[in-house]
């Protein structure tokens, strides 16, 4: 089974200000086979990214993707009031499906 | 689009089956497109997959729970169903139906979930 552990737990930041989001996975993650959620509360996740880089339907170009092997990132380029959420990663392989722990980005 | 609709009871006594079911529209369960699946959230926690199955009748399953979940699919309602035995309090979560893509093996759409808690 392959484990994803996000980074930070918290990050803390102003509005406009940068995220970056790391999510560290215990084996090689086929690129393909790797998501991004937000979920806010009381919502189910949606999903932001899929691929590893490529940003889902209606999804703001402020948010992407990067990564490969067992190290991928998620950045908000400038922080909007309604991106202060959880995020989740999301991992596909070996016939199993398994999320990170999630990051919480809350306003500083 | 597709979109999914979970139900079931919000309260299960423990060592009993948790039942859920999930009717799917916008598409055909039958369609070799999709994973139909379902994922939980303790309260206060993260997500936790749980199962999903493909249209072919082909299962996948968390190993910490594979021993007492069941996923299937009913092609003609158009639904597919969750059933987790011998429920103890650390199942009480939100449950979430969710499909993924057979091509990038993401969640794309997810039902709203149900919050199901497990007490005498």
């Known amino acids: 089974e392959i484990v994803l552990t996000q980074s930070p737990g918290t990050l803390s930041l102003s509005p406009g200000e940068r995220a970056t989001l790391s999510c560290r996975a215990s084996q090689s993650v086929t690129s393909s086979y790797l998501a991004w959620y937000q979920q806010k509360p009381g919502q189910a996740p949606r999903l932001l990214i899929y691929?590893?880089?490529s940003r889902a339907t209606d999804i703001p170009d402020r948010f992407s993707g990067s990564g490969s092997g067992t190290d991928f990132s998620l950045t908000i380029s400038r922080l909007e009031p309604e991106d202060f959420a959880v995020y989740y990663c999301?991992?596909?392989?070996?016939?199993?499906?398994?999320f990170g722990q999630g990051t919480k980005v809350e306003i500083k | 689009q597709l979109q999914l609709q979970d139900s079931g009871p919000g309260l299960v006594k423990p060592s009993e089956t948790l039942s859920l079911t999930c009717t799917v529209s916008?598409?055909?369960?039958?369609?070799?497109?999709?994973?139909w699946g379902w994922i939980r959230q303790p309260p206060g926690k993260g997500l936790e997959w749980i199962a999903n199955?493909?249209?072919?009748?082909?299962?996948y399953y968390n190993p910490s729970l594979k021993s007492r979940v069941t996923i299937s699919v009913d092609a003609f309602k158009n639904q597919f169903s969750l059933k987790l035995r011998s429920v103890t309090a650390a199942d009480t979560a939100v449950y979430y139906c969710?499909?993924?893509?057979?091509?990038?093996?993401?969640?794309?759409?997810w039902g709203q979930g149900t919050l199901v808690t497990v007490s005498s």
């Open positions: 199955i493909y249209y072919s009748g082909s299962t």
């Open positions: 999301q991992q596909y392989g070996s016939s199993q499906w398994t």
């Open positions: 916008g598409d055909s369960i039958s369609s070799s497109s999709y994973y």
């Open positions: 969710a499909v993924s893509g057979s091509n990038y093996r993401n969640f794309d759409y």
């Open positions: 691929g590893a880089s």
